[in-house]
Every structure is written in C-alpha cells, then in structure tokens.
C-alpha cells in the first residue's frame, strides 16, 4: 500500500465513510498480517508458493512432525492442510485457525479458492483466529 492510499484511508475514517476497524483491517491485511499468516503442512508444498504470489504470509512446516507438534508451532496462526480432521477439535482450545483443504490439485487454482473464501468470510480471520473453512 502506498502512503497516498493511506492517507486517503485516514481520511476516509476521520470523515465516517469508513470505520477505524475498517482501516485497520485494510492496512493489516495490506501488510500481509491479521488475516494472512498461513502455515502449509508438509502435503501441501507448492501451495505456499502460490499463497506468496497473492501476498499472504506463509510459513511451511518441517517434514516429519506428529500433529501435536503441528499444534505447538501453529498457535495464533492459520493452518493450511488437507488433513482437517486431526486438527478440528482443537482450533479454539489451542487458539488457531484451519483452513480445510477438501480436494488439492493445481495449487494455483486452489491458491484462488482459498483467498475467495477468505473474501467471503466476515471476519477473515482478523478478529479472530479460531474460525474453520473448507475449500
């Protein structure tokens, strides 16, 4: 984000065409923070790649973990694994996000699926992590 847009984004909070939480979720989510802090299981290595061209924030995952090892890494972060069922359970215990992946394949496609259903939440993560999606 340039800083003209910034300052247009000020301005619009300071005359009530948007909200302070509004801007701030724009600037985060700009900086490719709050909503975009992805970490890729091991299954999914390509994937990360194509996360970066959209400019979220991903981290990838050492190979050989067990899932509770995933589960101390992931902590305040999102999750990206077609293996949502060892995790489900724990996301507000342990205070992650999980992003369900149903069916990979060209990780590009799936790069664009992810970030459509993130559009699509109300939150997108922001507020809170522990929130389930499924692509």
């Not at 359970?89 to 205070?95: G, P, Q, R, S, Y």
């Not at 590009?108 to 809170?128: H, P």
């Amino acid at each position: 984000m340039e800083k003209h847009e910034i300052k247009k984004l000020i301005k619009d909070a300071n005359s009530g065409r948007k909200t302070v939480d509004e801007v701030v979720d724009l600037i985060f989510e700009d900086m490719g923070r709050g909503s975009r802090i992805f970490v890729v299981d091991e299954n999914l290595i390509g994937l990360d790649n194509e996360l970066g061209r959209l400019n979220y924030t991903v981290y990838t995952l050492p190979k050989g973990l067990n899932d509770d090892e995933v589960k101390r890494k992931i902590t305040g972060r999102v999750l990206v694994t077609a293996n949502g069922g060892h995790f489900v359970a724990d996301v507000a215990n342990l205070h992650y996000g999980l992003v369900w992946v149903l069916h990979s394949g060209d990780y590009k496609v799936l790069a664009k699926k992810i970030e459509k259903a993130l559009m699509a939440m109300k939150t997108n993560f922001r507020r809170s992590v522990e929130q389930v999606i499924k692509v």
